[in-house]
């Protein structure tokens, strides 16, 4: 059955999800207009929509700024634009002309022309018939003989119908404190979220929530959008003094451009949107649901518990020292051992060697063939670290081609940890990235790659190349993804991890071709748990590396108990990366146990239903609860900060549960009904004192 449908008479397109309506409508004029985006609706009810346009209000006021489609520049239009092109005359304003349709089961395409120029606009619209989401992009083409410069092209922008209140959602954050999750009224105005860095950035996150102020983690009516992008990005969001708001989004940030010669095209990465009813919590799960089915190239499988060796080991990598912890990591039951930074070049420190990718003679005097067989036939696959984009001055790489990075002729190049970036904008030098990474994982059979990139962009610049620094931005972050592709490809059993100093580079776009990312190079547990309850707003805990490191931590120097670490880097993709020749024998069994623990139940947590039934609280109990889709079994996962003698017990209400069922605690034998953990609530019982934690596995009964 067709998810789209067309009214002729009336112009409007319908898009069906299997709980939501989209509708869009081309007018009299030629110009793509939004009609509604909620709950379902016929095609009939759609057209009941289009109603005469009101005129102005005043001399002042021009067309309503989320009235269209993709909001241009040009008229009386004074909003912020989705598409704001220059042509070589010097005209900015485009004009709509539809010049065409295709609608299949689950796309929809509509083609314009400027009526003046030779500049095609096509708007593309995607849906699934297991999802709510609806995949939006826009592909601009050059028609003419001149050259055009895109000032601005967002990928789509999306209106919200009339509430009473507006609250946007999103994440803030810097190193080590990512996905800082913000809730706040929407501001008259325009409100600008962005990164400027060249990567996604730690700083913010391109999605976005909206609802009317009244939405809770279980109910309420929620409107959001992500960008599958890499590089630099913007989105603005906007509320208009007549009482309305939407959102547009797209690659790139203030003062950018994209040249566009005769014939050629920019196609935009997707904005995706979505509806939900539900409150917060169900519109995570979409996401999280449509993440697994339609982004991860690997979605059924399950992340293996993994080691990672570099709080161990620093930059003091050989091949005696990793044997020796991968033997210990093998007895603690990790699957994955990852060698980090330190095993190639001059690598010594962060001051030289990084370009210069083979392995270190001294350290490795027989290559890395030993070591890789050594971790094979302990059971566990072998990973390596790599930052393929960066540069040491101090290398042979830079010494041969110090033209390779981002650089003006006549402007400084500012290093960040001693390093600059490799422009992977220049065909040669992503070919270079290619080649060695094919050969590393190909001569040793290297099963993962965490693939690091370890600060921003600075002097952004292309010199020699025709409108290079306009060009570099998109260009560079399409080559890094063809890189990936192409090396998987070639290894199709190769895992790769994005990573960027922590949770620089989480986005769908990078999603769609690794298989996880690391959220944070801060692994201690306390303040884990919020980035972690920021990061699952939108991306599922398949795909959220988390660590069990050592204590005192090495950036806060906090010391909390093994288990509580353990319980709350369970709540992802478990990873170890203590320096495991330190751990007493107590230390070890007790490892050992919560591995075998987290290995019972890591079904739930990587392919489950996420309810977050209470956010981190420094003095009250939080639980997260992953439930089999099938409502088989469930999972909770509760954290105390701090004991306060006296403090209300409130019971924990599960969702999800199979009504009438009856549920068996995997370790003490109880059974609860679900009805009473449902609408009464559970007392979930933790070890006395601070940084208490525990993990209550749930299966339902079979039925009398």
Not at 149 to 165: F, H, I, K, Y
Not at 590 to 612: F, I, N, P, T, W
Not at 648 to 675: C, F, I, K, N, W
Request: charged share 25%; proline share 7%; glycine share 10%.
């Amino acid at each position: 059955m067709s998810m789209i449908s067309f009214a002729p008479d009336s112009g409007v397109y319908l898009l069906a999800t299997p709980n939501t309506s989209y509708a869009l409508r081309v007018d009299e004029t030629g110009t793509p207009c939004h009609l509604a985006w909620g709950p379902r609706l016929t095609l009939a009810e759609a057209e009941a929509l289009v109603v005469p346009e009101a005129p102005a209000a005043s001399s002042f006021e021009g067309i309503s700024p989320v009235r269209e489609e993709l909001p241009v520049d040009g008229g009386t239009r004074y909003g912020p634009p989705s598409l704001q092109v220059r042509f070589t005359d010097g005209s900015r304003a485009f004009e709509w002309q539809p010049t065409g349709r295709r609608v299949s089961d689950d796309k929809l395409e509509l083609g314009f022309r400027d009526r003046n120029y030779p500049l095609d606009v096509t708007l593309h619209y995607r849906v699934h018939g297991d999802s709510d989401v609806i995949e939006r992009w826009t592909v601009v083409r050059n028609a003419g003989d001149e050259p055009v410069t895109l000032l601005r092209t967002d990928s789509a922008a999306w209106a919200l119908p009339p509430l009473r209140d507006y609250r946007l959602s999103h994440v803030t954050g810097q190193w080590c404190a990512e996905s800082q999750l913000r809730r706040e009224q929407l501001p008259y105005g325009e409100t600008v979220l962005t990164s400027r860095r060249g990567i996604t950035s730690h700083h913010a996150n391109p999605w976005v929530m909206l609802d009317a102020g009244e939405a809770t983690e279980e109910h309420g009516r929620v409107w959001s959008a992500t960008l599958a992008w890499s590089g630099s990005w913007r989105i603005t969001a906007q509320r208009t003094p007549d009482g309305r708001a939407g959102f547009t989004g797209g690659v790139g940030h203030d003062g950018t451009n994209v040249p566009l010669a005769p014939g050629e095209e920019f196609a935009t990465p997707p904005f995706a949107g979505l509806c939900t009813d539900g409150g917060f919590g169900a519109a995570s799960r979409a996401w999280h649901a449509y993440t697994i089915a339609h982004v991860l190239p690997h979605p059924d499988e399950v992340a293996p518990v993994l080691y990672n060796s570099w709080e161990a080991t620093g930059f003091d990598v050989d091949e005696v020292s990793q044997k020796a912890l991968a033997e210990r990591a093998a007895e603690l039951g990790v699957e994955l051992y990852v060698v980090d930074d330190g095993w190639f070049g001059a690598r010594r420190s962060d001051r030289a060697g990084l370009g210069d990718w083979t392995p270190s003679p001294d350290r490795f005097p027989n290559g890395l063939t030993p070591l890789v067989d050594s971790v094979h036939r302990l059971g566990m696959g072998f990973g390596l670290w790599v930052e393929p984009e960066m540069v040491n001055p101090d290398s042979d790489l830079y010494r041969q081609h110090p033209d390779w990075v981002l650089h003006f002729p006549d402007r400084p190049r500012s290093e960040l940890r001693n390093q600059l970036v490799l422009n992977f904008a220049r065909r040669d030098v992503a070919d270079w990235a290619y080649d060695w990474l094919t050969r590393l994982v190909g001569d040793h059979g290297i099963d993962f790659l965490k693939w690091d990139m370890n600060r921003a962009f600075s002097e952004a610049g292309w010199p020699g190349q025709q409108d290079g620094a306009d060009r570099l931005g998109p260009q560079y972050v399409r080559n890094l993804y063809g890189v990936i592709d192409r090396l998987r490809a070639d290894h199709p059993a190769l895992r790769i991890e994005s990573c960027s100093g922590g949770g620089g580079r989480v986005d769908l776009g990078i999603l769609s071709r690794t298989d996880q990312a690391w959220a944070s190079d801060n692994t201690d547990a306390a303040d884990r748990m919020g980035i972690q309850h920021g990061y699952g707003q939108v991306y599922p805990a398949r795909t959220m590396g988390s660590w069990v490191t050592d204590v005192p931590n090495q950036l806060t120097g906090r010391t909390v108990p093994l288990r509580f670490r353990f319980h709350v880097a369970m709540a992802g993709a478990l990873g170890i990366g203590g320096d495991l020749t330190h751990w007493s024998e107590e230390e070890l069994r007790e490892g050992a146990a919560l591995v075998a623990e987290y290995k019972q139940v890591r079904h739930l947590v990587q392919h489950g239903r996420l309810d977050r039934l209470s956010p981190p609280a420094e003095d009250a109990v939080s639980v997260v609860q992953y439930t089999a889709a099938d409502a088989s079994e469930t999972l909770l996962l509760a954290y105390r900060r701090t004991s306060r003698h006296g403090a209300a017990q409130v019971p924990v209400r599960l969702r999800g549960l199979a009504p009438g069922a009856r549920y068996r605690d995997a370790r003490t034998g109880a059974v609860h009904h679900a009805s009473v953990l449902g609408e009464y609530g559970l007392h979930v019982e933790l070890p006395r004192g601070d940084w208490s934690s525990a993990a209550l596995h749930l299966v339902r009964e079979p039925e009398a």
